[in-house]
């Protein structure tokens, strides 16, 4: 194979030189971009050969290492594999030389799916059953002998991959781009990776030391692999992604071209003969492991002494023993209790253990494996499933929903299944989740006893109404893993449910089996160190919305008060601009040295700048103070331009972790008081910036860390919910801010009057553009008794500021349940909905809506309502009231339906342009879902919250103490 690679580059090679000199001195374009493709091309193939020569003498290098290592340290495996049984001898030992081959050539279709089988049968023993090679020389040579294979299948692989592209190339030329090189390329990067970390694995491995003396353990703890371990596991877990894409390229090929016999120039090695299946591997690794403990009375006595602890365990069923990893902990001697009850089976005794007399109180007994297939009966399953007299659903045990979710002859309730997997560690557990689900997947076909005699409804035949079933359980742990999943908490089970789908699945449903596979390498990827250092663990594999698109008719007035002379529509464009025109609020600042004053006309709104440049240049000169003040990189800025040194997520994960740290820190001395007040600046250019912001992170929030948070505000860590702490936190913020802006010493009543006009109109524009919570922080603030008390600032206000502040006021006042505020959320769903009634699952307008008003609502669905029908039943199966959970699945329904980001005005030029706003027409409409970014502004006004903050951190009472100094008590 290497000498036609070689042959056929040098031809390819020998063309393009023809091809060059006959288009030399050429000013062609269209020659000389052929002549680059070309010789790219060629650059790309001269690289594959590197690598699949590279990979050619990595495998040869990789036998004679194994040969070697293997002569090196005969004398210490030797008496660990004497008398082993013949069927559990490693093919390893054999040279390449000796690898058996197949009579005739294969098909290029039955050869790849061979490939694509065994390799993720390797792959899953790697990621599922590494514990059992590791602490344990004895079994390093088994994982030499499948890295090994893992080379031939690759190299393989490779040579079908070119097989398709050479008949793609002459049939159909270059009509179809060759994409096949782009996931083998880096695959073939990762074999050499793979090669240098099974030699450093097998080296510390063999020169460890494990002193036989000390007791074993018992633990249900999670598995620390050793820092080589969870490398390798890493590299394999992203090697299985690659080689999917790779197959599935091939695939894809192979249907274009159609199936073909492989070339007979070659041998190819027959896999059948020297595949070690998961049977074999764990059998041989059970015995060594148990000579490695030492003596079997050892294992005796240590069950013995742990039988409580061993029957005790949540892992005590045969459905989870099975599957779960033998060692548990970090130490060598400690081991799981599933792994513990596995071992026992591959004790040196003639009689198994289960039949042994002196045992039998530690195995799982018939009763407890009847229990877990009653899950299978129809007839008992309906015994715990409660409706009310209209059919709906209002109480279930655990195990009847599983059963409800996975029931063949009905179609999956979405709805249902969504509320279930978002909420089902409120009454059960991840461990009991997976053991009813295998259970229901029901390998050995137990609940056949339970169908006899039942019409099979729409299914042709017994045997395929339960193959949909299982197709059903592999949706359920797909959907879990991927959209549902607690990195923190559920690591513990990748390495069982990799075993249970390499082990079981991979017999009934091999293509399901290998897309979760798939998946749940993924999953390995997030160790719990890399959990603990990432702030982004709530992010799911395929974030999914659990929202479901209803019908509906319904349309909700949004009036807030009838006595107020504002509509109190925020849609309609005419109303919009009324009260634009009517508050200025497009006016630019009166500056002294700036000659613009002139109310702007109302155009493009969210795509145009407000600011003038001596705004500009102030937020800029004040933006690099803080900058050097924080430690944060300046950047470059110039007259012309500001440098933004991070985008806005950046930008508020830094500011964060700012805010968290000032917290224990002293300000620094050279803390500046701006001569510069956010207040003094455009509102509708302010409200827009924020609403970025705001909306910025409440796009971030998912339904785990809202179902994991704990609600209360007197909660004092939410460090584990970052995206609700910094929404929180931000609230609370611009509270202070809005305080201490108005009250702030030394500022003349004129100037306070002012400074309240101010926070009306930006919570005026802040509605505009649908940003709730901005404008219940600024209301909220503005009610308060601290502010409400001073006589003399509202005394001061014209009757049409007043009048806008009741309006406001009335839209997030507390009465009949913000019974105003809901009305208007209400109508932007009902105004997303279709002409056929048909509910959008996403808001067609952005909204920030008021956000700790949700974690009111799930704050009082979860303590007003109890997790079971019959809390204080001791009967195992308890009825969950499930409607509590409908409940809190619509109201994270309704976050994931609003978030919807605002349009950054990716279409216009990016670069800053002062004159923009002023070369507009009239013929523009108002735009409330674009708004263009003005990066100095909102980290400006960051650093402002941040400022404010620092005083109020010191002094909690701040705000009530000036205002006191303002009008004292009487």
Same mark, same amino acid.
């Not at 599933?338 to 109180?361: A, I």
């Not at 709530?538 to 999914?544: G, K, T």
């Not at 509102?683 to 785990?704: D, R």
């Not at 009239?922 to 941040?946: H, N, R």
């Given at each position: 194979?290497?000498?036609?690679?070689?042959?056929?580059?040098?031809?390819?090679?020998?063309?393009?030189?023809?091809?060059?000199?006959?288009?030399?001195?050429?000013?062609?374009?269209?020659?000389?971009?052929?002549?680059?493709?070309?010789?790219?091309?060629?650059?790309?193939?001269?690289?594959?050969?590197?690598?699949?020569?590279?990979?050619?003498?990595?495998?040869?290098?990789?036998?004679?290492?194994?040969?070697?290592?293997?002569?090196?340290?005969?004398?210490?495996?030797?008496?660990?594999?004497?008398?082993?049984?013949?069927?559990?001898?490693?093919?390893?030992?054999?040279?390449?030389?000796?690898?058996?081959?197949?009579?005739?050539?294969?098909?290029?279709? @039955?050869?790849?799916?061979?490939?694509?089988?065994?390799?993720?049968?390797?792959?899953?023993?790697?990621?599922?059953?590494?514990?059992?090679?590791?602490?344990?020389?004895?079994?390093?040579?088994?994982?030499?002998?499948?890295?090994?294979?893992?080379?031939?299948?690759?190299?393989?692989?490779?040579?079908?991959?070119?097989?398709?592209?050479?008949?793609?190339?002459?049939?159909?030329?270059?009509?179809?781009?060759?994409?096949?090189?782009?996931?083998?390329?880096?695959?073939?990067?990762?074999?050499?990776?793979?090669?240098?970390?099974?030699?450093?694995?097998?080296?510390?491995?063999?020169?460890?030391?494990?002193?036989?003396?000390?007791?074993?353990?018992?633990?249900?703890?999670?598995?620390?692999?050793?820092?080589?371990?969870?490398?390798?596991?890493?590299?394999?877990?992203?090697?299985?992604?690659?080689?999917?894409?790779?197959?599935?390229?091939?695939?894809?090929?192979?249907?274009?071209?159609?199936?073909?016999?492989?070339?007979?120039?070659?041998?190819?090695?027959?896999?059948?003969?020297?595949?070690?299946?998961?049977?074999?591997?764990?059998?041989?690794?059970?015995?060594?492991?148990?000579?490695?403990?030492?003596?079997?009375?050892?294992?005796?006595?240590?069950?013995?002494?742990?039988?409580?602890?061993?029957?005790?365990?949540?892992?005590?069923?045969?459905?989870?023993?099975?599957?779960?990893?033998?060692?548990?902990?970090?130490?060598?001697?400690?081991?799981?209790?599933?792994?513990?009850?596995?071992?026992?089976?591959?004790?040196?005794?003639?009689?198994?253990?289960?039949?042994?007399?002196?045992?039998?109180?530690?195995?799982?007994?018939?009763?407890?494996?009847?229990?877990?297939?009653?899950?299978?009966?129809?007839?008992?399953?309906?015994?715990?499933?409660?409706?009310?007299?209209?059919?709906?659903?209002?109480?279930?045990?655990?195990?009847?929903?599983?059963?409800?979710?996975?029931?063949?002859?009905?179609?999956?309730?979405?709805?249902?299944?969504?509320?279930?997997?978002?909420?089902?560690?409120?009454?059960?557990?991840?461990?009991?989740?997976?053991?009813?689900?295998?259970?229901?997947?029901?390998?050995?076909?137990?609940?056949?006893?339970?169908?006899?005699?039942?019409?099979?409804?729409?299914?042709?035949?017994?045997?395929?109404?339960?193959?949909?079933?299982?197709?059903?359980?592999?949706?359920?742990?797909?959907?879990?893993?991927?959209?549902?999943?607690?990195?923190?908490?559920?690591?513990?089970?990748?390495?069982?449910?990799?075993?249970?789908?390499?082990?079981?699945?991979?017999?009934?449903?091999?293509?399901?089996?290998?897309?979760?596979?798939?998946?749940?390498?993924?999953?390995?990827?997030?160790?719990?160190?890399?959990?603990?250092?990432?702030?982004?663990?709530?992010?799911?594999?395929?974030?999914?919305?659990?929202?479901?698109?209803?019908?509906?008719?319904?349309?909700?007035?949004?009036?807030?008060?009838?006595?107020?002379?504002?509509?109190?529509?925020?849609?309609?464009?005419?109303?919009?601009?009324?009260?634009?025109?009517?508050?200025?609020?497009?006016?630019?600042?009166?500056?002294?040295?700036?000659?613009?004053?002139?109310?702007?006309?109302?155009?493009?709104?969210?795509?145009?700048?407000?600011?003038?440049?001596? @705004?500009?240049?102030?937020?800029?000169?004040?933006?690099?103070?803080?900058?050097?003040?924080?430690?944060?990189?300046?950047?470059?800025?110039?007259?012309?331009?500001?440098?933004?040194?991070?985008?806005?997520?950046?930008?508020?994960?830094?500011?964060?972790?700012?805010?968290?740290?000032?917290?224990?820190?002293?300000?620094?001395?050279?803390?500046?008081?701006?001569?510069?007040?956010?207040?003094?600046?455009?509102?509708?250019?302010?409200?827009?910036?924020?609403?970025?912001?705001?909306?910025?992170?409440?796009?971030?929030?998912?339904?785990?860390?809202?179902?994991?948070?704990?609600?209360?505000?007197?909660?004092?860590?939410?460090?584990?919910?970052?995206?609700?702490?910094?929404?929180?936190?931000?609230?609370?913020?611009?509270?202070?801010?809005?305080?201490?802006?108005?009250?702030?010493?030394?500022?003349?009543?004129?100037?306070?009057?002012?400074?309240?006009?101010?926070?009306?109109?930006?919570?005026?524009?802040?509605?505009?553009?649908? @940003?709730?919570?901005?404008?219940?922080?600024?209301?909220?603030?503005?009610?308060?008794?601290?502010?409400?008390?001073?006589?003399?600032?509202?005394?001061?206000?014209?009757?049409?500021?007043?009048?806008?502040?009741?309006?406001?006021?009335?839209?997030?006042?507390?009465?009949?349940?913000?019974?105003?505020?809901?009305?208007?959320?209400?109508?932007?769903?009902?105004?997303?909905?279709?002409?056929?009634?048909?509910?959008?699952?996403?808001?067609?307008?952005?909204?920030?809506?008021?956000?700790?008003?949700?974690?009111?609502?799930?704050?009082?669905?979860?303590?007003?309502?109890?997790?079971?029908?019959?809390?204080?039943?001791?009967?195992?199966?308890?009825?969950?009231?499930?409607?509590?959970?409908?409940?809190?699945?619509?109201?994270?329904?309704?976050?994931?339906?609003?978030?919807?980001?605002?349009?950054?005005?990716?279409?216009?030029?990016?670069?800053?342009?002062?004159?923009?706003?002023?070369?507009?027409?009239?013929?523009?409409?108002?735009?409330?879902?674009?708004?263009?970014?003005?990066?100095?502004?909102?980290?400006?006004?960051?650093?402002?919250?941040?400022?404010?903050?620092?005083?109020?951190?010191?002094?909690?009472?701040?705000?009530?103490?000036?205002?006191?100094?303002?009008?004292?008590?009487?």
């Amino acid at each position: 194979m290497i000498k036609k690679m070689r042959k056929r580059l040098l031809a390819e090679w020998y063309n393009l030189m023809i091809k060059a000199d006959s288009y030399k001195n050429t000013a062609n374009i269209s020659k000389i971009e052929k002549l680059v493709s070309l010789t790219f091309a060629i650059l790309r193939k001269a690289f594959l050969f590197y690598e699949i020569w590279w990979v050619e003498k990595r495998s040869y290098d990789l036998e004679n290492t194994h040969e070697n290592v293997s002569k090196n340290h005969m004398i210490e495996r030797r008496p660990q594999v004497e008398g082993q049984n013949i069927d559990t001898k490693s093919p390893s030992t054999s040279t390449r030389k000796e690898i058996p081959c197949l009579e005739f050539a294969p098909s290029a279709l @039955n050869r790849l799916k061979e490939i694509h089988d065994i390799l993720f049968t390797y792959f899953g023993l790697i990621l599922g059953r590494l514990d059992m090679i590791e602490h344990n020389p004895s079994n390093c040579e088994i994982l030499e002998s499948i890295v090994h294979q893992i080379i031939l299948l690759l190299r393989e692989l490779l040579y079908i991959s070119q097989a398709c592209s050479s008949i793609i190339h002459q049939k159909y030329k270059s009509q179809y781009e060759n994409n096949l090189d782009y996931n083998l390329d880096p695959l073939l990067s990762l074999v050499s990776e793979l090669v240098s970390s099974v030699k450093i694995f097998v080296t510390q491995t063999i020169n460890e030391r494990f002193d036989e003396s000390h007791n074993l353990l018992m633990k249900d703890d999670l598995y620390y692999y050793t820092d080589e371990g969870e490398h390798m596991i890493l590299i394999i877990s992203q090697m299985t992604r690659l080689i999917s894409n790779a197959v599935s390229g091939c695939n894809n090929y192979l249907k274009l071209i159609g199936d073909f016999e492989l070339s007979d120039e070659r041998k190819y090695p027959n896999f059948s003969l020297i595949r070690i299946t998961p049977e074999k591997f764990i059998k041989r690794c059970s015995i060594n492991l148990i000579k490695r403990i030492g003596e079997e009375d050892k294992l005796r006595t240590f069950l013995q002494e742990n039988k409580a602890k061993l029957t005790g365990s949540s892992s005590y069923s045969k459905n989870l023993a099975r599957f779960s990893t033998i060692r548990s902990g970090g130490q060598l001697n400690a081991l799981s209790s599933g792994g513990t009850q596995m071992l026992l089976e591959y004790l040196p005794e003639k009689k198994s253990f289960f039949r042994d007399s002196q045992f039998e109180s530690f195995a799982p007994d018939s009763q407890s494996d009847s229990e877990a297939d009653q899950i299978n009966d129809i007839t008992k399953m309906k015994d715990e499933i409660l409706v009310d007299k209209n059919e709906h659903l209002v109480g279930i045990s655990f195990r009847a929903l599983v059963f409800t979710v996975t029931n063949e002859m009905k179609k999956t309730d979405d709805n249902l299944l969504n509320t279930f997997l978002l909420n089902y560690k409120s009454f059960g557990s991840s461990e009991l989740l997976m053991e009813l689900l295998i259970s229901r997947f029901d390998t050995n076909s137990q609940s056949v006893k339970y169908t006899l005699g039942e019409n099979n409804g729409t299914f042709s035949s017994l045997a395929s109404r339960i193959r949909s079933r299982r197709r059903l359980v592999c949706k359920i742990f797909q959907l879990w893993m991927e959209s549902f999943w607690d990195y923190e908490n559920d690591y513990k089970l990748i390495s069982a449910l990799i075993n249970f789908f390499n082990e079981e699945v991979s017999e009934h449903l091999p293509i399901e089996a290998k897309s979760l596979i798939e998946t749940a390498a993924r999953l390995s990827n997030y160790t719990p160190k890399s959990i603990k250092t990432s702030a982004n663990f709530y992010i799911q594999l395929v974030p999914r919305s659990v929202n479901i698109v209803k019908k509906t008719n319904s349309i909700i007035s949004v009036a807030s008060s009838n006595s107020s002379s504002i509509s109190a529509s925020t849609v309609s464009t005419s109303v919009d601009e009324q009260f634009i025109e009517r508050y200025e609020l497009t006016k630019l600042p009166h500056s002294s040295h700036s000659t613009i004053s002139l109310p702007v006309p109302i155009l493009s709104l969210g795509s145009s700048s407000l600011l003038t440049k001596r @705004n500009v240049s102030d937020l800029e000169r004040i933006v690099l103070n803080y900058r050097d003040m924080v430690g944060f990189p300046n950047g470059a800025i110039t007259t012309k331009s500001f440098v933004s040194n991070y985008n806005l997520q950046q930008l508020i994960t830094k500011w964060m972790n700012l805010v968290t740290s000032s917290k224990n820190q002293i300000p620094p001395r050279n803390f500046i008081q701006n001569d510069l007040n956010i207040s003094e600046l455009n509102p509708l250019e302010v409200a827009k910036q924020l609403s970025l912001i705001e909306s910025a992170i409440f796009l971030k929030i998912t339904p785990p860390e809202l179902l994991n948070c704990k609600y209360s505000s007197k909660n004092p860590d939410l460090s584990k919910f970052p995206h609700v702490n910094c929404s929180i936190t931000l609230t609370n913020l611009l509270s202070n801010y809005v305080l201490e802006s108005i009250l702030m010493p030394g500022m003349p009543m004129k100037k306070r009057v002012l400074r309240v006009k101010s926070w009306l109109r930006i919570a005026l524009s802040s509605l505009y553009f649908r @940003n709730f919570n901005a404008l219940a922080s600024i209301m909220t603030t503005l009610q308060s008794y601290v502010i409400s008390r001073l006589s003399s600032i509202w005394s001061n206000l014209s009757n049409e500021d007043v009048e806008l502040y009741e309006y406001l006021s009335k839209i997030i006042h507390p009465n009949n349940n913000f019974k105003v505020y809901r009305k208007k959320i209400e109508k932007l769903v009902a105004d997303s909905s279709s002409s056929s009634g048909l509910l959008s699952s996403k808001s067609i307008l952005p909204v920030v809506p008021f956000f700790n008003l949700f974690l009111q609502d799930l704050t009082f669905i979860d303590e007003g309502n109890p997790n079971f029908r019959n809390p204080d039943s001791f009967r195992p199966n308890k009825l969950i009231n499930i409607d509590k959970y409908f409940k809190i699945m619509n109201t994270i329904a309704m976050v994931q339906f609003f978030q919807v980001g605002y349009d950054l005005d990716s279409k216009l030029n990016s670069s800053k342009k002062r004159d923009s706003f002023f070369s507009l027409t009239g013929t523009m409409e108002v735009d409330s879902k674009c708004i263009k970014p003005v990066a100095e502004l909102q980290e400006y006004i960051l650093f402002e919250f941040w400022r404010v903050n620092t005083l109020y951190l010191k002094d909690p009472d701040r705000g009530y103490t000036l205002s006191l100094e303002l009008l004292p008590r009487s």
